[in-house]
């Protein structure tokens, strides 16, 4: 009887934790780990606590899991940790605070430059920040040898141009057809960013 009950508490306990994260009930949560309950337990989805509480942005419960053991590298069934729910969430601060405990971006270089070109092409400035606190390199390029500051300027996206130059971005990148970012603003008559360019490249050099 004692190994059927035992057996029901670990079927049964990882989505209990997990439903309690969703609720930012921390205080059933340390009743749960006083009572054994395991912080990286699993869902169905391979999601644990850190995975939910991450994709919540509940810094609280995050710093609890951490404390008390939580996994930061597990992957859920889509093969994203904890720090990548956080980053397709736009939680700074909690991408902040998972790198710090050791969390990275494990990801090949293309689908990383995928995600930062995706986010400039939408004006995304919060998700390009979120992978840039995650470690992120903002110059990656994606098969065409366009980086974000390639189809910000496209896009004539000013806001993300201007960030991408704050963060010093190599404004000197030639894509796979030969353009810069400069020939790029020239021949879509984008004279608003020729200005930006010129005034960033007189104080860094030539293209």
Same mark, same amino acid.
């Given at each position: =009887?004692?190994?059927?009950?035992?057996?029901?508490?670990? /079927?049964?306990?990882?989505?209990?934790?997990?439903s309690?994260?969703?609720?930012? $009930?921390?205080?059933?949560?340390?009743?749960?780990?006083?009572?054994? %309950?395991?912080?990286? !337990?699993?869902?169905?989805?391979?999601?644990?606590?850190?995975?939910? /509480?991450? %994709?919540d942005?509940?810094?609280?419960?995050?710093?609890?899991?951490?404390?008390?053991? /939580?996994?930061?590298? =597990?992957?859920?069934?889509?093969?994203?940790?904890?720090?990548? $729910? %956080? @980053?397709?969430?736009d939680?700074?601060? @909690?991408?902040?605070?998972?790198?710090? !405990?050791?969390?990275?971006? $494990?990801?090949?270089?293309?689908?990383?430059a &995928? =995600?930062?070109?995706?986010? %400039?092409?939408?004006?995304?400035?919060?998700?390009l920040?979120?992978?840039?606190? /995650? +470690?992120?390199?903002?110059?990656?390029v994606?098969?065409?040898?366009?980086? !974000?500051?390639?189809?910000?300027?496209? =896009?004539?996206h000013?806001?993300? @141009?201007?960030?991408?130059?704050?963060?010093?971005?190599?404004?000197?990148?030639?894509?796979?057809? +030969? $353009?810069?970012?400069?020939?790029?603003?020239?021949?879509?008559?984008? &004279?608003?960013?020729?200005?930006?360019?010129?005034?960033?490249t007189d104080?860094? +050099?030539?293209?």
């Amino acid at each position: =009887m004692k190994l059927e009950v035992d057996a029901l508490r670990d /079927a049964i306990s990882p989505a209990i934790l997990c439903s309690i994260v969703s609720e930012g $009930n921390l205080e059933k949560l340390e009743i749960m780990r006083q009572f054994g %309950a395991y912080m990286s !337990a699993c869902d169905y989805d391979y999601r644990t606590p850190l995975h939910i /509480a991450c %994709a919540d942005g509940n810094i609280t419960i995050v710093e609890y899991l951490l404390q008390h053991g /939580a996994s930061i590298h =597990m992957r859920d069934r889509e093969h994203r940790t904890p720090l990548m $729910n %956080a @980053v397709l969430n736009d939680h700074h601060e @909690v991408i902040q605070l998972l790198i710090k !405990a050791g969390g990275y971006l $494990n990801l090949p270089s293309y689908t990383l430059a &995928d =995600m930062i070109c995706s986010a %400039a092409k939408d004006n995304n400035k919060r998700r390009l920040e979120s992978l840039r606190l /995650a +470690g992120a390199d903002l110059n990656e390029v994606d098969i065409t040898k366009r980086s !974000a500051l390639h189809y910000a300027v496209e =896009m004539n996206h000013e806001d993300v @141009v201007n960030y991408l130059l704050k963060h010093e971005v190599n404004h000197a990148l030639h894509d796979l057809y +030969g $353009n810069n970012v400069c020939d790029i603003a020239k021949i879509l008559k984008h &004279d608003n960013l020729l200005e930006i360019l010129d005034k960033y490249t007189d104080s860094k +050099g030539d293209f």
